[in-house]
């Protein structure tokens, strides 16, 4: 099996992002599966048009996009994806999103093909905090989650594909005053997480 893993770039005047920094530090095979690491712009539709050219080259079986969300405390997989984005926060393009539907002949939603409540479970086992999230927002990460879906259903059927959210790093947050996780804590918990996935 072949597992596509992407992680966004810095954005919002951040140095770091914590995806991009995990996903590279992933494993390049995981129980014998290969793993591919993708760096994607924090730009809304550009960040799909990349991981679409990386569908088209690699043909991997899975998608896994991970993404930062600050001010949660634990790795939450997503459950469902929603056809609407805003916001008030430029991306990296120096624009704002257009408020409205993400695509126009899209379902409202699509909920992810990933066994998340499972994955949730095997990132508790190796000790890092996890759960389910019931929502991805409504900027670039729920952008690309639900784009990569939209593909699955109009051009690649016998995809599986998911989003993962993480907390800040540690030096992203002043005083402590916000949640943050350790970088290896991260890859420990995707790495599980993928794991599940593989042998679901």
Do not use: W
Not at 103 to 127: H, N, S, W
């Amino acid at each position: 099996m072949k597992i596509l893993v992407t992680g966004f770039d810095p954005f919002g005047g951040e140095k770091v992002n914590p995806a991009i920094e995990a996903v590279k530090k992933l494993p390049d095979a995981i129980d014998g599966n290969e793993i591919i690491k993708l760096e994607v712009p924090t730009i809304f539709y550009q960040s799909a048009q990349v991981v679409k050219a990386k569908i088209e080259q690699e043909k991997p079986d899975m998608v896994i996009n991970v993404g930062q969300a600050g001010g949660r405390s634990a790795i939450t997989p997503e459950r469902i994806a929603i056809n609407f984005q805003a916001g008030s926060t430029p991306d990296n393009s120096g624009k704002g999103p257009k408020e409205g539907k993400i695509e126009t002949d899209g379902a409202d939603g699509y909920f992810t093909q990933l066994p998340i409540k499972q994955m949730v479970t095997a990132i508790r086992q190796v000790g890092i905090p996890a759960m389910v999230s019931n929502s991805a927002g409504t900027y670039v990460c729920n952008h690309l989650f639900y784009e990569v879906q939209y593909m699955r259903v109009h051009e690649f059927p016998d995809l599986k594909a998911g989003f993962i959210h993480i907390p800040f790093l540690p030096n992203q947050v002043k005083n402590g005053r916000r949640p943050s996780m350790s970088l290896n804590d991260m890859v420990t918990g995707l790495t599980a997480a993928i794991k599940e996935a593989i042998h679901d």
